[in-house]
């Protein structure tokens, strides 16, 4: 398969585990299966299988910023940068649905920080712990005062 | 936390009852600030410039004002019936101006991230239609001070002095009455100026323009209806007698309308605040 390919199928895949998160309310434990464990897995495995069949022939390096540029011009290894972004970003983002229901923050409040998640990463976290703050600071006030 | 102000004779004011007074206008003031951190992160390392300032400076300004905002409404809140707290309109409510605020911040921060005007933006059909949202978006946020300020003036119960509980339900009102006139003559120009600037000399911090006139002093001080009000009504308590505290709040009313409307009318002329 091509990396061209690979590419078109791997964004509906992760897109299967993010609309699970959306719905989670109402599937919590499937979401979480798919979210956090079956979507991340094929991911990982893709990644698995594009690093051990081109990380020896690939470009560049970790060692500088145009070593890692000469490393994602290589298009193998571009897409198992993809891989990676696509696999991680979901794992937060059930990380994230799991977390909130744990501590019972609505889910409407997380689905912003979802959408965020999906679209640049640590942002999303970044946001999400703000709200988790948010909401832990109002809670405990709440029992000071009480 | 509990702040010693005197209110009346011997009472303290206890900031943390924000969060079960108002837990949403409190959180959405919690999340606007901490979004402060990656916003002067992000106008470090941003080079672009937007009308002379840097083009991360408007949502700054906007996160820090709109925090104020609803923490100072967050505050007031204490001073509502509690029936009307405890409602599920009233709640609704709060979630709308909250959802409102969230989406004006959106839209600052996307315009500032994409380096184009966010408000007085004609120049697609995409941005005339958010500049219109955004106004609705504004109206709503502004009329939760309105909304207060009549839930505040009827309520009979807030222990309060009567100068001040008078005092704080006009500021709310003002704050809306005001700025309603203010901002909106403002939205409806094509820019906060009335003239062109040459130099691009400034007041300090505030950025309003030295040369020409500029609407946001009077939306400003318009605005902050809600803190200057209340300021003269707890200074009218502490110095004078009951009967005389309440005409000075009203006096003191007339007054700040007054100034806001002499700060509109000179900008409106094309002279700046300062020379």
């Known amino acids: ?146 | 936390m509990t702040l010693s102000i005197p209110a009346r004779q011997g009472d303290t004011i206890n900031l943390a009852r924000v969060w079960r007074d108002a837990p949403a206008f409190t959180g959405m003031a919690v999340l606007t600030s901490l979004a402060l951190v990656p916003l002067f992160a992000a106008m470090a390392l941003d080079v672009r410039v937007f009308q002379g300032d840097n083009v991360w400076l408007k949502p700054v300004k906007f996160h820090l004002a709109l925090g104020i905002y609803l923490f100072s409404l967050a505050f007031f809140a204490r001073y509502l019936p509690r029936t009307m707290i405890n409602g599920r309109a009233w709640r609704v409510y709060a979630a709308v101006v909250c959802f409102a605020i969230l989406a004006e911040l959106v839209a600052i921060g996307g315009a500032a991230s994409l380096g184009i005007a966010s408000h007085f933006n004609s120049s697609t059909p995409t941005m005339v239609v958010v500049y219109a949202l955004m106004g609705v978006g504004a109206v709503t946020l502004t009329s939760a001070s309105l909304v207060m300020g009549v839930g505040i003036w009827r309520n009979r119960t807030t222990m309060l002095a009567p100068a001040l509980h008078l005092s704080i339900a006009l500021g709310l009102v003002l704050t809306f009455v005001l700025t309603m006139i203010v901002a909106g003559y403002l939205s409806s120009n094509n820019g906060h100026f009335v003239g062109v600037p040459t130099t691009g000399a400034v007041v300090p911090i505030l950025g309003w323009s030295r040369e020409v006139g500029d609407l946001r002093a009077a939306h400003f001080v318009a605005t902050h209806a809600l803190h200057g009000l209340p300021l003269i009504g707890w200074l009218a308590v502490r110095f004078m007698a009951p009967r005389r505290a309440v005409l000075t709040v009203w006096a003191g009313a007339a007054l700040y309308a007054g100034l806001v409307l002499a700060l509109f009318n000179q900008a409106l002329s094309g002279l700046p605040v300062i020379g």
């Not at chain 1, 794992?91 to 409040?109: K, M, N, Q, S």
């Not at chain 1, 832990?136 to 005062?145: H, L, N, V, Y």
Request: hydrophobic letters at 60%; charged letters at 10%; a neutral charge.
């Open chain 1, 1 to 146: 398969m091509t990396p061209d390919a690979f590419f078109q199928f791997s964004g509906p895949i992760a897109m299967t585990g993010w609309l699970a998160l959306v719905l989670s309310p109402l599937i919590p434990r499937a979401s979480q299966i798919l979210a956090g464990i079956i979507v991340p897995v094929i991911l990982s495995i893709a990644y698995t299988a594009l690093i051990l069949a081109h990380w020896a022939d690939a470009p560049g390096g970790f060692g500088s910023l145009a070593d890692v540029m000469a490393l994602f011009a290589d298009p193998p290894i571009a897409l198992a940068g993809w891989v990676h972004y696509l696999a991680f970003d979901l794992l937060v983002g059930a990380w994230i649905a799991r977390t909130a229901r744990r501590e019972g923050i609505a889910h409407l409040f997380i689905l912003p920080f979802l959408a965020l998640t999906f679209l640049f990463g640590p942002a999303g976290f970044l946001g999400f712990m703000a709200l988790r703050a948010t909401f832990s600071m109002g809670r405990q006030t709440a029992k000071d005062i009480a």
